[in-house]
């Protein structure tokens, strides 16, 4: 079933490095510290840490298999698996298509940020007004074409040659950078509590929503049901050891989280006089709250550059990810090759994206069920199209194939220590969990139950 022709990593650590590239992008920086702020802190914390090494092991151990088992993308590996699920595969694919635009016009607001405080205007981007003025103009499609550009040319250069060469680079810099701001924050005067707040966990504040919101945040941080670990899995080695590779790229992903809470939570913290609610939802942490606090800090003009590096280096390790499985699935499918395959991938994904960036200048008026476009289309493929892969995926592994078709998998470079659990996760607990996730994530949308 394997293609023999088929690129790969170069080793394990090539593997892991990519993968874990993938899982950290900006869900990890900005959404987990605003989700932990939210959710009491340290609970959502220990919550988090079970959830990773349960629910994240036995999804991402599975997409993994069947991608190394199969030797295909999202589409031929459900396919190979079993012709009736072809359609999984599918959808799946259709996940990161719809992501990779709007996902990269976000990180060209990122760029513009690390400008601003590299050209000495970042006490002008802490501004009430700056984030909302430069949205609404044109100006952010020039950024957004200097990400999409950059992820393009690191696809097209390869798996080894591109992705693994630049995730070599870019993850242990992501690392350091994540200690140094980290480090920096918690040491700041008053930041103490922060911390507290954030390490401690306060089982008063534990309820079903923390878990359904720990549990979101996982699903999402570790790059699962968008078909992405099942296409760098095509490309990993029969000796590599499978299961440990999982657990290194959850330590990696959830690693990162953390710290992104220990640089975020502890400064806000401070700056704020201690509300949890300073740590606002979405683009109004990163691009409004976040400038303000480096402008109060001492040296806050060389944090800001350090963090919207970090942040620039995260959102393109997983920009990266998502446009390869794309291309992955449409070089599987036809015989074009992968420049060929890149460019109108690339084409594809600048018309959407366009779409998405000027959905808050001149094209702000037209909404889809009450969204603007960006908005839509995180909605549809995050909280509709990626619970339903994953929970098909759960009933093909569980019920269709069975489970030892993964652990025979899992097994040929290594003893499965965690076969019990997998399978046990994989039959019972994910399908419910992912089945609540999605009730829970449409009735957020409509109004009807906020998480």
Known sequence: MTNEKRSSFTGKLGFVLAAAGSAVGLGNIWRFPYLAAKYGGGIFL?????????????????????????????????????????????????????????????????????????????????????????????????????????????????????????????MPVLVVLSIVIAIYSVTMPGAIDGVRYYLMPDFSKFSATTVLAAMGQLFYSMSLAMGIMITYGSYMKKEVNLESSVSQIEIFDTGIAFLAGLMIIPAVFTFSGGTPEALGKGP?????????????????????????????????????????????IVCDKTSLSRKATCLIVFLFSVALGLISSLGYGPLANIKIIGMQFLDFFDFVSNSVLMPIVAFLTCIVVGYVIKPSAIIDEVKLSSPFKREKLFVVVIKYFAPICIVLILISSVLDVLGIFKI
Request: hydrophobic letters at 60%; zero cysteines.
């Open 46 to 170: 220990l919550v988090y840490l079970v959830l990773a090494v349960t629910f994240g092991f036995a999804l991402m151990t599975a997409e993994i298999a069947i991608g190394r088992k199969t030797g295909l993308s999202a589409i031929g590996a459900f396919k190979a698996l079993n012709k009736r699920f072809a359609f999984v595969g599918w959808i799946a694919a259709l996940i990161p298509a719809i992501i990779l635009p709007y996902y990269s016009v976000i990180g060209g607001w990122v760029i513009k940020y690390l400008w601003a405080f590299l050209s000495g205007g970042g006490a002008t981007a802490a501004g009430d007004e700056y984030f909302g003025s430069f949205i609404s103009t044109g100006e952010p499609i020039l950024w957004f074409m200097i990400f999409m550009g950059a992820t393009a040319l690191i696809v097209l250069a390869g798996v080894e040659k591109g992705i693994e060469k630049v995730s070599k680079f870019m």
């Open 284 to 328: 109004s942490l990163m691009f409004v709250t976040l400038p303000k606090v480096f402008e109060t800090m001492t040296g806050g003009t060389a944090i800001g550059i350090a963090f919207f590096l970090l942040v620039l280096f995260a959102a393109l390790t997983s920009s990266i990810s998502l446009m390869e499985t794309v291309v992955s």
